[in-house]
């Protein structure tokens, strides 16, 4: 039996993807949250200086996507066929581009605030609209299955919401397969234990 890490912020952020596969997979793990004073004495020691990482038996893997992408994988929820996990990648990355435009770490609260509202009043509705019509009439946003692709837009799409609730408002399907993956019942339990955080 591997032993598992993660080693991130108290934040979902670019944890919480990690922390719904290993939910969904029923693999129990260390889910490490660094005090934010200990992370300037913690960021030297961490390969690359940015989390979150996965520590796997001691293999060191960075990088939020490659990391759920490679617990994905490993339980069944990354696209049945090449095709699909090209698909699964390619929504994954376009929702993962929105939210990396956000200065999340940005020291100037009128700045932030400026960039973050045209980020979410001007951009977000195109994004969705786009995501929408992908979605279409499936259950699911790729193939006829969960992909770990609905779970990204899930967990991106709380943090979304937290920032505009109005989103909620255009978008029906999207709305509705949020639901769904949020019914899956170790997502719910998850959502329903984990530590409550802003972001
Ligand atoms: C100081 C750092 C911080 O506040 N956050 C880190 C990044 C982040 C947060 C919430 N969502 N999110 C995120 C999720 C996925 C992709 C991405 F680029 C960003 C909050």
Not at 49 to 68: C, M, R
Not at 99 to 104: D, E
Not at 134 to 163: H, I, M, P, Q, R
Not at 167 to 185: I, M, T
């Amino acid at each position: 039996m591997s032993h598992y890490k993660l080693t991130y912020f108290n934040l979902r952020g670019r944890g919480e993807i990690i922390r719904y596969l290993f939910a969904y997979s029923g693999i129990k793990y260390e889910d490490y949250r660094i005090e934010w004073a200990d992370w300037p004495s913690i960021k030297p020691t961490i390969p690359f200086g940015k989390v979150p990482i996965l520590e796997i038996d001691g293999v060191i893997i960075h990088q939020s996507l490659a990391i759920a992408r490679y617990l994905a994988k490993e339980n069944g929820v990354a696209g049945k066929t090449p095709l699909e996990q090209a698909l699964v990648d390619a929504i994954v990355d376009t929702i993962d581009d929105f939210m990396s435009m956000f200065p999340w770490a940005e020291k100037d609260h009128d700045v932030k605030q400026r960039v973050f509202d045209d980020l979410l009043t001007n951009t977000a509705p195109g994004l969705l609209q786009d995501l929408e019509k992908f979605l279409g009439n499936k259950n699911w946003l790729v193939g006829e299955s969960l992909t770990w692709a609905d779970f990204y837009w899930d967990v991106c799409s709380t943090t979304l919401l937290s920032l505009k609730s109005d989103l909620e408002d255009s978008n029906p399907k999207l709305w509705v397969l949020k639901r769904r993956v949020q019914a899956l019942p170790a997502i719910a339990a998850w959502i329903q234990q984990r530590p409550k955080t802003i972001l």
